[in-house]
């Protein structure tokens, strides 16, 4: 029963550096989401997937890649962190544009 | 862009007592979602509203569709200690066939329940 899972739950880096997470959901879901959550504020919307294979951009897609190669993996890239991107991000999956089932989160600090 | 004032920013209340939270937008939505976070995890959804002037329930936590389509209401009954946390209001507009509607999340009403 582990519905949206997320890696790594922590992560430290040096701005430049790159890095993947990786969400996985279990439930066959065609929807898949990352959203980014800043101190104050709601969360915003990084990138989307409405099915395998396909992506599109979201609120705040600058600075970030994504893949959906296979239904259940959603993948977050970053090319070349900054400090702005520091933050707690979280995937999430549906049936539908309405994300229903969360993560619990990645937390990343670039110094 | 579009923006969703949640109020209160914050409240304490007691246990046992009733609580009311809002959120308003300057845009039309169709649709209002109610989401609550726990520290150290996501969002969990709560309830979603489809149509104006609709009222739905979820237990004891109890949430309206705005007939002006501007705003939504939160209300939670007898609260119990479990019941803290954030809770995040979101509205959507229009879907478009092929493409998701920006979801616009409130900034969050963190409640606190003491005993």
């Known amino acids: 029963n582990a519905g949206v899972t997320q890696t790594p739950k922590f992560r430290v880096l040096k701005t430049g550096q790159s890095m993947t997470l990786l969400c996985a959901q279990d439930m066959n879901h065609e929807y898949m989401y990352w959203y980014r959550q800043d101190p104050g504020m709601g969360l915003r919307l990084i990138h989307y997937?409405?099915?395998?294979?396909?992506?599109a951009k979201g609120e705040v897609p600058d600075g970030y890649n994504v893949s959906r190669l296979k239904k259940q993996n959603f993948l977050l890239g970053l090319e070349s962190a900054a400090p702005s991107q520091t933050s707690v991000y979280f995937c999430a999956s549906s049936y539908s544009y309405q994300p229903q089932h969360f993560g619990d989160g990645t937390r990343l600090s670039i110094l | 862009g579009q923006q969703l004032n949640q109020s209160p920013q914050s409240m304490f209340i007691q246990e046992g007592e009733d609580v009311s939270m809002n959120c308003t937008s300057s845009s039309i939505f169709n649709t209002w979602l109610w989401y609550k976070q726990d520290p150290g995890e996501g969002p969990v959804l709560l309830i979603a509203?489809?149509?104006?002037?609709e009222l739905t329930s979820n237990g004891r936590l109890t949430a309206q569709f705005g007939i002006t389509r501007k705003d939504s209401f939160l209300n939670i009954s007898a609260s119990i200690p479990s019941d803290v946390g954030i809770y995040f209001c979101a509205g959507q507009g229009r879907i478009n066939t092929g493409t998701a509607s920006k979801l616009t999340f409130g900034t969050g009403t963190r409640l606190q329940v003491t005993l």
């Open positions: 509203l489809y149509k104006a002037g």
């Open positions: 997937s409405v099915g395998e294979g396909t992506t």
